[in-house]
């Protein structure tokens, strides 16, 4: 079983649609929690952290439960710009970061 | 935006030719990290260093070399490239707060003939 892990969708949404992307991790030590966004052929940049209470930067709300695992992004009033690859990120105390595979979104016209 | 370059940004060789990726960051951080990534496929941790003189090998298993003789600098090396190593190289830094936050370069894209 993989430590991160998401849907890879794609998830297509309309414009102005309102979008939610799950996660789910293993390691119930894990203390950081990130949502980074990349988009095609360029390096991830850090969308944003993930608060034990929750927070919101914008459109972009994301939340943690930490007894079932498990990290959400919420992303409101989608726009073209959001079109791209995000990435669930956890610090497992590992080394490095674990970053997830991805879920894809394509929001269309 | 953060600080971190990578050169080259392309490279095209042939099979056999020794290459340097140059990884190099002004935020002062000691943590510094190379991950390969394939088109559309996940990040894969190569090799990673906690700060000058200290290297590791990352969870994938991977032909390159690394060194970390100064804080800025992490230059990843490939004795003899050969097709199989034609992916994206991205570079990667973080501090040693427990955030450990990381900031990627814009990566090399390598091509092997």
């Known amino acids: 079983r993989k430590e991160v892990e998401q849907d890879p969708g794609p998830f297509n949404v309309p414009e102005g649609a309102t979008v939610a992307f799950n996660c789910t991790y293993s390691n119930s030590a894990s203390q950081s929690f990130f949502w980074y966004r990349q988009d095609c052929r360029k390096e991830p940049k850090l969308l944003m952290s993930v608060y034990s209470s929750g927070n919101e930067d914008g459109r972009f709300t994301a939340q943690l439960n930490r007894a079932s695992q498990y990290i959400s992004l919420l992303i409101r009033d989608s726009k073209l710009s959001d079109s791209a690859t995000y990435l669930c990120?956890?610090?497992?105390?590992?080394?490095?970061?674990?970053f997830g595979s991805g879920t894809r979104l394509q929001v269309q016209p | 935006e953060a600080d971190i370059y990578q050169t080259p940004r392309y490279l095209v060789i042939g099979t056999g030719k020794k290459i340097t990726l140059e990884c190099s960051q002004t935020?002062?951080?000691?943590?510094m990290y190379w991950y390969q990534q394939d088109p559309g496929m996940e990040l894969h941790l190569i090799h990673y260093s906690y700060g000058v003189n200290s290297t590791e090998k990352g969870d994938l298993s991977s032909e390159s070399t690394v060194s970390r003789i100064r804080t800025e600098h992490f230059p990843l090396t490939l004795e003899s490239a050969r097709p199989s190593h034609t992916s994206q190289y991205l570079c990667?830094?973080?501090?040693?707060?427990?955030?450990?936050?990381?900031?990627f370069g814009p990566g090399t894209r390598l091509t092997v003939l």
């Open positions: 990667a830094s973080s501090t040693r707060d427990s955030t450990d936050t990381q900031y």
């Open positions: 935020m002062g951080h000691d943590k």
């Open positions: 990120v956890v610090d497992t105390g590992r080394r490095a970061l674990t």
